[in-house]
Structures are given as structure tokens and as C-alpha cells.
Nanobody
Framework: QVQLEESGGGLVRPGGSLRISCAAS????????MGWFRQAPGKEREFVAA????????YYADSVKGRFSISRDNARNTVYLQMNSQKLEDTALYYC???????????????WGQGTQVTVSS
């Protein structure tokens, strides 16, 4: 099975940018659909973005569309989430996840990382 480890979280000001990463080990990243999810305190975990195995297909939650971008480097076994124009409500623990089937892109993930904290604050 694949193991996932997120990194790159931190503190960012409203309107700022941050890129977080997810490194995969154990299996080749190109075998998997990769997703990003987040969970804010007191709220349920929610879908953020997904990338198909080649990176050609992407899918975003409406709340981040136009601000966040998912990308992947299969040669480096790493997937990224570029977050721009950040808002206070983007504060959350961000998780990456993996599965085999693209459909549906926002559900059904089998493997999860431990998360990296992103805090948007002035």
C-alpha cells in the first residue's frame, strides 16, 4: 500500500500564498488518483481538490476554485497544493489522500496522510 506524508504547512496572512506537499512512498504515485482534503476545528472534513493519475484531470471544490491549484510530479512521487488569495476560512488541517478510481473524484479515498496545519491569520 502507499504511505503519504504532508509537509509545508504554516502561518500565512490573508491574501497570501502557500504551497503544501504530499510525498508518497511504498508504491508509485502514478498509480493513484490524489486528493486534498481539509478539516477545520469543529467542522467535518471536506474535499478540496483532486488530480487524476497523469495530472491532466483535476477537480476542485467551489470554495477554492480559482484560488487553489493541485499538481503532481510523478517522477518525484509528490503532489502539491498551491494556495493563493488565502482567506481566514482556509484555516484547517490539510490531508492528502490516494485511491485508484477517478470517479467520483471527491469521495472514496483509501489511503490518508497525517495532515499539515495551515493557519491564515493577520
Amino acid at each position: 500500500q502507499v504511505q503519504l506524508e504532508e509537509s509545508g504547512g504554516g502561518l500565512v496572512r490573508p491574501g497570501g500564498s502557500l504551497r503544501i506537499s504530499c510525498a508518497a512512498s511504498g508504491r508509485t504515485l502514478s498509480n493513484y488518483v490524489m486528493g486534498w482534503f481539509r478539516q477545520a476545528p469543529g467542522k467535518e472534513r471536506e474535499f478540496v481538490a483532486a488530480s487524476g493519475q497523469s495530472g491532466t484531470n483535476t477537480y476542485y471544490a467551489d470554495s477554492v476554485k480559482g484560488r487553489f491549484s493541485i499538481s503532481r510530479d510523478n517522477a518525484r512521487n509528490t503532489v502539491y497544493l498551491q494556495m493563493n488569495s488565502q482567506k481566514l476560512e482556509d484555516t484547517a488541517l490539510y490531508y492528502c489522500a490516494a485511491k485508484v478510481s477517478w470517479v467520483p473524484p471527491q469521495y472514496g479515498y483509501d489511503y490518508w496522510g497525517q495532515g499539515t496545519q495551515v493557519t491564515v491569520s493577520s
